[in-house]
């Protein structure tokens, strides 16, 4: 009911204000499948696009146990005694069918959820994984203008979440366990070639050999993966949360990647590239929606479903049919 009274104009000037419960009340609006919704977040994000881009925004991915929440807790209370204003955002890739249940415990970052100046938001729902991201996106856009000037967008690493993540944030951190293969984990090569830091969890007690030993056989590995544009040298380290060790490095890691690719402009350059990516991606998703929203286009098309099922129509002439349908739906006016 709260929600309903807040405008555009309300939102905006809370965020600016870095009130928190705005913030909150905005992702809810974004993550809204009503369509007055869509068009007061579209409304809120332009007036918010030029109070946006100055945060460092980093995705944290690794299979389900590597220690990722962990890792947030610890890592995140370090940015934060270092004066900086942390945001954390999840993409569940599950959460279209699941409904989310990564960061959706929040009493795995007891300390950190209870700090000043952090906000964790756990994963939307949605029917599409792309859905879901676009809409995370726009978080970390309304946590830029709210004052964060550190974002980290948490994903399981299970496939094409971490290529959406990939293309929302400007340093990628993958974890990964020692003592078991890549394979083990899960964890595709071409995941691997995208991460800018690898990181070894865990590397405590018993497990510090082992760690040591994985971190060099990944950075030998990783000077076999293609150079990056961005002339940035992928890094291999080992940390571990419970006993803090190494946190600093990491976010050495991640300052020294800012300060190189913004002197070499490939930060921004990137950060342009993956506006284009998500241009599409929205579009791509607006002409989905159009189609799926038509009735007379779902009718035929369980028409055509039965058609293709009895042999009498194969199935690209029913796309074919229900695309020319579409298009005459356009040309009508009825989308
Ligand atoms: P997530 O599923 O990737 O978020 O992993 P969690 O953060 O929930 O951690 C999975 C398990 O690993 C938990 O039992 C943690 O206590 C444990 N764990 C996480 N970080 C460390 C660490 O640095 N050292 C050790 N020994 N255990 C850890």
Redesign the pocket.
């Known amino acids: 009911q709260r929600k309903a009274e807040l405008t555009v104009e309300k939102l905006y000037e809370g965020i600016l204000n870095h009130e928190i419960p705005m913030l909150s009340s905005a992702i809810t609006m974004i993550e809204s499948t009503l369509d007055s919704d869509r068009v007061k977040s579209e409304a809120l994000i332009k007036r918010c696009l030029p109070h946006t881009g100055q945060s460092i925004r980093i995705g944290i991915t690794?299979v389900?146990?590597?220690?990722?929440?962990?890792?947030i807790e610890c890592f995140g209370q370090l940015l934060v005694n270092a004066g900086r204003k942390v945001a954390i955002l999840a993409i569940d890739p599950s959460s279209g069918t699941s409904g989310g249940s990564i960061l959706g415990d929040k009493t795995?970052m007891e300390q950190l959820s209870q700090m000043k100046h952090v906000f964790i938001r756990p994963s939307a729902a949605g029917d599409t994984l792309g859905g879901v991201a676009r809409k995370t996106r726009e978080s970390i856009f309304l946590c830029e203008a709210a004052g964060f000037d550190t974002v980290l967008v948490e994903t399981v690493g299970v496939g094409q979440s971490e290529t959406l993540v990939h293309s929302m944030v400007d340093f990628f951190l993958l974890l990964m366990l020692s003592g078991a293969g890549d394979e083990l984990q899960g964890i595709k090569r071409g995941i691997m070639e995208m991460a800018d830091a690898l990181v070894i969890?865990?590397a405590?007690?018993d497990?510090i050999k082992k760690a040591n030993l994985a971190r060099r056989e990944y950075q030998n590995a990783m000077h076999l993966f293609p150079p990056k544009k961005n002339g940035w040298t992928p890094k291999a380290l080992t940390c571990?949360?419970?006993a803090n060790t190494n946190m600093e490095l990491i976010w050495e890691a991640i300052t020294s990647f800012e300060n190189q690719t913004k002197i070499n402009g490939h930060f921004f350059s990137d950060r342009k590239e993956q506006d284009k990516y998500w241009l599409r991606e929205t579009l791509n998703e607006h002409i989905l929606r159009s189609f799926y929203a038509n009735e007379e286009l779902l009718h035929q098309l369980r028409q055509l479903d039965n058609a293709v099922i009895e042999g009498k129509e194969t199935s690209f002439s029913a796309a074919e049919k229900l695309y020319t349908l579409y298009i005459q739906q356009l040309s009508n006016g009825n989308i």
């Open positions: 690794g389900p146990g590597v220690g990722k929440s962990t890792f795995r969890t865990k405590d007690g497990n571990s949360s419970m």
